[in-house]
């Protein structure tokens, strides 16, 4: 799917990510932006700047809380009321505290699957598309943030799952998953200090120091890439402002038999 004068919905939209994503889909002729997020007052001056660059009523906030289902699904008929019809929906939202592991699991896990199961119903069928961000610890172990990294494993199941070819023939809607490598965000202000042990805050705060950190813009245009030709229910990774496709093994290529009981 070409990006040109298609519409959007981006959760996370006042977030230095989100805000890339929505200007980089401005910047490559889409029609108009709706912004998802917590902060009003942040929410405006997203908005302005983008319909400053891009022209009046390019974007558009909306004020939501992704962890609570109804919200959700009010937001999403509001948006496609003002875009006409939605076309790409991008998960973007997220935070990044294991000591408030509750808080986290319900925004990166929980919010992405509510946001999709609404954008089903009301997203643009047989061209639409969703992607959901997570980091790139949801494909391996991360000793230093093992709750972080589990709900980003739940995403990628959720979307493989969701995304399958199956659920393709069913639904029209192409779901997609992005990894992101470490990004120069807010996300990791303090971040040491929100881990579980001090131990863990300090394995954290050492990982960061020797990280090679990509800008927002790289996700933004691994997020176009994948607005294009992203196949339903396919994982990808942006790390270093590369983008990657990651091919997932079929587990049976990964079995080694151990005992025979029967």
């Known amino acids: 799917m070409d990006g040109d004068c298609k519409t959007a919905v981006v959760t996370g939209g006042t977030g230095e990510i989100g805000f890339a994503i929505a200007h980089k889909l401005l910047c490559n002729k889409g029609k108009k932006v709706v912004l998802i997020g917590n902060d009003t007052k942040k929410g405006s001056e997203v908005v302005d700047s983008l319909n400053c660059s891009f022209g009046r009523s390019k974007a558009t906030f909306y004020k939501c809380d992704i962890t609570n289902r109804e919200e959700v699904e009010g937001t999403m ?27 986290e699991m319900e ?19 047989g061209n639409g598309v969703v992607i959901n961000l997570t980091g790139l610890s949801a494909l ?26 199956v659920n393709f023939r069913r639904f ?42 990509q800008k927002p813009d790289a996700c933004a ?18 790390e270093g402002s590369r983008l990657f496709y ?12 151990v005992s025979q009981f029967m």
């Open 246 to 257: 990651y091919d997932v093994p079929d587990y049976k290529e990964c079995l080694n038999l």
């Open 221 to 238: 245009c691994a997020v176009a890439e994948l607005v294009k030709y992203g196949p339903p229910g396919s994982v990808w990774v942006v």
């Open 140 to 165: 391996e172990p991360f000793p230093n943030s093992p709750l972080f990294a589990s709900f980003g494993a739940g995403v990628i199941h959720f979307t493989r799952s969701f995304g399958h070819d």
């Open 77 to 103: 008929k509001k948006a496609k009321n003002d875009l006409d019809e939605i076309d790409i929906v991008v998960n973007a939202a997220g935070v990044w505290n294991d000591v408030c592991w509750p808080n």
């Open 172 to 213: 029209g809607v192409r779901v997609v998953a992005l990894c992101l490598g470490i990004t120069k965000t807010n996300l990791h202000v303090d971040l040491d200090k929100k881990m579980l042990t001090k131990e863990m805050g300090k394995g954290m705060s050492d990982f960061l120091k020797n990280a090679c950190y």
């Open 107 to 125: 925004t990166n896990l929980g919010g992405t699957i509510n946001v999709v199961l609404s954008a089903r119903n009301h997203i643009k069928k």
